[in-house]
């Protein structure tokens, strides 16, 4: 009978650690740069990266924490808030969406770039025609964004590959998202990620940035999405 007792006040006791790990807080970290500042060089300057990584990106991830801090949206992981980006604060949206779209890009960042793979080549001469048209149609986009914001290869809840932009700190995982899908490219072409280098030649980064796009890290997010 003891010994009965004492399991179920076990099991209790189980279920209420379950319980409180469930409205635990989600951990949001702010991830090692994979590679050094100056990894880039020349197409991407360590200057920029260093100011880009350790001074913009840890604004954005300390700003974010504070948009959050208190509210239920620290219940939720970085997509859960994206979809339901309207009716959360401004900066939540600016602040989130600058922490996590820059997560992307370091990863999508690489000084040995590689090649799509042969699952990810085909999608894109099957929804684009050839690498090339690819290739044109995502520096098109990454040049026509005005202002501030970001060019996206994404993978729409159909299935395909799309080519798309956003302004400022938005993304296409946002309820906002003039086109959503999953992001396999994300590419910064606000001037604080080329200014240095670059100044107003924006085109000169975009060119530059094919050599360094970490094609591995592409492939990889692409076969987990392909239908
Ligand atoms: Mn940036």
Do not use: C
Request: proline share 4%.
């Amino acid at each position: 009978m003891k010994n009965k007792i004492s399991t179920l006040f076990l099991l209790l006791l189980m279920a209420l650690s379950v319980n409180t790990m469930a409205n635990e807080p989600v951990k949001h970290e702010f991830p090692t740069l994979p590679y050094a500042y100056n990894a880039l060089e020349p197409y991407i300057d360590a200057a920029t990266m260093e100011i880009h990584y350790s001074k913009h990106h840890r604004a954005y991830y300390d700003n974010f924490l504070k948009s959050i801090a208190g509210t239920e949206l620290e219940n939720l992981t970085m997509e859960q808030i994206f979809a339901q980006i309207s009716k959360a604060p401004v900066a939540v949206r600016n602040m989130g969406g600058g922490f996590y779209n820059h997560n992307l890009f370091w990863q999508n960042l690489s000084p040995t770039a590689g090649q799509p793979s042969a699952e990810l080549a085909k999608a894109i001469d099957a929804d684009f025609g050839s690498f090339e048209a690819f290739k044109t149609a995502f520096s098109k986009a990454s040049s026509s964004v005005f202002g501030s914001g970001w060019a996206w290869l994404i993978v729409t809840p159909e299935g395909k590959l799309a080519i798309t932009s956003s302004a400022n700190q938005d993304n296409p995982l946002m309820d906002v998202a003039a086109v959503k899908g999953t992001p396999l490219i994300a590419f910064d072409v606000w001037e604080h990620a080329y200014y240095l280098k670059y100044q107003n030649k924006r085109a000169d980064y975009i060119a530059a940035f094919w050599n360094v796009v970490n094609w591995n890290v592409v492939n990889q997010r692409y076969s987990k999405l392909a239908k």
